[in-house]
Structure formats: C-alpha cells, structure tokens
C-alpha cells in the first residue's frame, strides 16, 4: 500500500484553459501533410481567440502551405500530479505587411511585443523570425491534475 494520493484528473473550462494560454509564452505546434507529422516548440501571445507567433522561413511554412490546420499545446507542470495542459486546434494564417493582412499583421506586431519590446525592430534578438501568423483558436480543450 502507499500512502501517496490517488490524483483526480478533469476537464479545465474556457476561462481556466485562456488563463493558462494567457500566464505563458512557450508552446508546441504541431502540423502534418499526408504522411508526415511534426511538432515545434515556438514563442506566442495569446489575445483575443487568437494565438500570435513568428518563425522563419522553411519546411514548417513549406508543409503548412498545403495544410494550414494545427493543434497547439502548452503545459504547466509543477509535479507529477500537479499539472495544466491546454490543447488549441485551428486554422494558420500567415499575416503579410501589406495587403489585405496589413490591419491583423499591425495587431499582431503589437501584442507580440506584450512579451518581447524588441520583435521585428531593429534590436531584434531574433530577427531571422521576420514570418508572422496568427492561430484561431477554433477547438480550446484543457485537463488538469492535483494530488
């Protein structure tokens, strides 16, 4: 017999799930194309239904340009029975400077710059992410744990 508790484990509502989004920057996104699916660590801002990101260009854009839907999650663990995760599942859009995207990618500028002062402008620590999108999100689903 052992005298740890038995962990109960259940369903985080909208509010509980945009909290945790909200208190975090560092998430997964994972994306597929036929075969092939893949999961990268990527910085966001979460405003509004939205999740906010940038990245650079490559094979993640390459294989979202034939699918733009995406799973996202991002976790709290403090220990092993002590732990948040929400899971966002939505549509990627990639914002562009101008054009019909100019009013979101100005939106999205702002609010990334909630979590680093410096996104896209000349002291940038991470210029090469100059690629900006944002994610609806569509289907938000959380689960917790305490001991």
């Known amino acids: 017999m052992t005298d740890t508790p038995a962990p109960v484990f259940r369903e985080l509502t909208r509010e509980e799930c945009e909290a945790v989004l909200a208190r975090n920057n560092v998430g997964r996104i994972a994306f597929s194309y036929r075969d092939h699916v893949d ?16 990245t650079t260009p490559g094979t ?9 839907w995406v799973a996202f999650e991002v976790d709290e663990v403090r220990a092993l029975f002590d732990w948040e995760s ?3 599942k939505g ?3 990639l914002l562009e400077r101008n054009g019909s995207q100019a009013d979101n ?3 999205a500028i702002e609010v990334l710059r909630h979590f680093l002062p410096e996104a896209l ?3 940038d620590p991470t210029p090469d992410r100059h690629v900006v ?9 959380g689960r917790s744990a305490t001991a």
């Open 39 to 54: 999961i990268e660590p990527i910085h966001y801002q979460y405003n509004e239904g939205w999740l906010y990101g940038r």
């Open 60 to 68: 993640k854009l390459r294989t979202l340009a034939h699918n733009r």
């Open 86 to 88: 929400v899971v966002v």
């Open 91 to 93: 549509a990627l859009y």
């Open 105 to 107: 990618y100005t939106k």
């Open 121 to 123: 402008d000349d002291d």
């Open 133 to 141: 999108f944002r994610i609806h999100a569509d289907q938000v689903t």
